[in-house]
C-alpha cells in the first residue's frame, strides 16, 4: 500500500457544507420521489414499457449499491453524480467510471473549485466574454468516516497535483475498491479550504437549495460572480472574492 493509502480514516461531520452546479440540471423524479429505493427498479420496468428514453434521465442506476441509494426531496443533488458518468467526463477522483460527490466545507471554497472548473471549460472553448451559465448552491450535511489527506503538502504531493489527476485517480480507485467512502482533502483552488470526494451518495444528506449565481467571463477568466437574488455583484480577487 501507498502512503496515501494507509492515510489515517478521520469522522467528518460537516453541517451546511456547500456543492455548486450548473442550474442546467433539473432534479430527477425517481430520486425525489417518496417511493423506496428498493422498489425503484420495478417501479423503472414499468415506466419504461411508456417512456423508453426514462434511463437518459437516470442514468446508471446499476453504478450505484442498492443498500447506498438515497431518496427524496433533493435526492437528485445526492444520485446524479453517480448514475450520469462518462470517461469523458473525468475529474480528480474518477477516472468517468464511476461517480464521486464533490463537496466543499464552505462556500467560498466551493465558488473557488467551480469558478476554476468553469474558467478552463471557457477559455477550451474560447468563449466570448459575457455573463455565461447560471449555477446553484447546493446546501448539504457531511456525515462520513474518510480517509484524511489534509495533511498532505499541495506543492508537492502528486495526489494534489493541480492538472494532473492520474495518480489521485488511481488512489479514489485503490479506497473504493477497498470499502472507503471517501477522501477529505485540501482544495487546490482556495488555500486554506478544504474539500471532500464522497464514494457514496449515503454519506451526505439533507441537500437544500440555496443561492442562484451567475459567472462573468471576461475572455480569460471568470472575474464577476453575482448573486441572481439579490443582484449583488462581487469581484473576484486571489485569495478571495471581493
Known amino acids: 500500500m501507498t502512503a496515501a493509502e494507509e492515510s489515517p480514516v478521520a469522522r467528518v461531520e460537516w453541517n451546511g457544507a ?3 452546479i450548473r442550474s442546467l440540471f433539473p432534479p430527477i423524479d ?10 425503484w427498479p420495478l417501479l423503472l420496468s414499468a415506466e419504461q414499457k411508456t417512456n423508453p428514453r426514462i434511463m437518459e434521465t437516470i442514468g446508471n442506476l446499476d ?7 438515497v431518496g427524496g426531496p433533493g435526492a437528485s443533488y445526492l444520485m446524479a453524480p453517480f448514475t450520469h458518468v462518462s470517461p469523458d467526463r473525468p475529474s480528480r477522483f474518477s477516472d468517468g467510471s464511476h461517480g464521486a460527490l464533490y463537496v466543499a466545507e464552505s462556500y467560498e471554497t466551493a465558488l473557488f473549485e467551480t469558478i476554476h472548473h468553469h474558467g478552463r471549460f471557457m477559455a ?10 447560471q449555477f446553484r448552491e ?5 456525515s462520513a468516516d474518510l480517509h484524511d489527506l489534509r495533511g498532505a503538502d499541495p506543492a508537492s504531493d502528486p495526489i494534489l497535483d493541480p492538472d494532473d489527476y492520474a495518480p489521485a485517480q488511481k488512489l479514489a480507485a485503490a479506497l473504493r475498491g477497498a470499502g472507503a467512502d471517501g477522501i477529505i482533502y485540501p482544495s487546490v483552488r482556495h488555500p486554506g479550504g478544504e474539500c471532500v470526494a464522497l464514494f457514496h451518495p449515503d454519506c451526505a ?14 475572455g480569460a477568466t471568470v472575474d464577476l460572480v453575482r448573486d441572481a437574488g439579490s443582484g449583488a455583484v462581487f469581484r ?3 485569495g478571495g472574492a471581493g
Not at 425517481?30 to 422498489?39: K, Q
Not at 453504478?63 to 441509494?69: F, N
Not at 447546493?138 to 457531511?142: A, F, G, N, S
Not at 444528506?205 to 471576461?218: F, I, V
Open 30 to 39: 425517481l430520486f425525489e420521489d417518496i417511493a423506496d429505493p428498493a422498489d
Open 138 to 142: 447546493i446546501v448539504l450535511d457531511i
Open 63 to 69: 453504478l450505484v449499491p442498492a443498500g447506498r441509494r
Open 205 to 218: 444528506s439533507a441537500p437544500r437549495q440555496g443561492r442562484h449565481l451567475d459567472y462573468h467571463w471576461n
Open 124 to 133: 477550451r472553448t474560447a468563449e466570448a466574454p459575457g455573463w455565461t451559465s
Open 236 to 238: 473576484v480577487v486571489e
Open 18 to 20: 456547500v456543492r455548486i
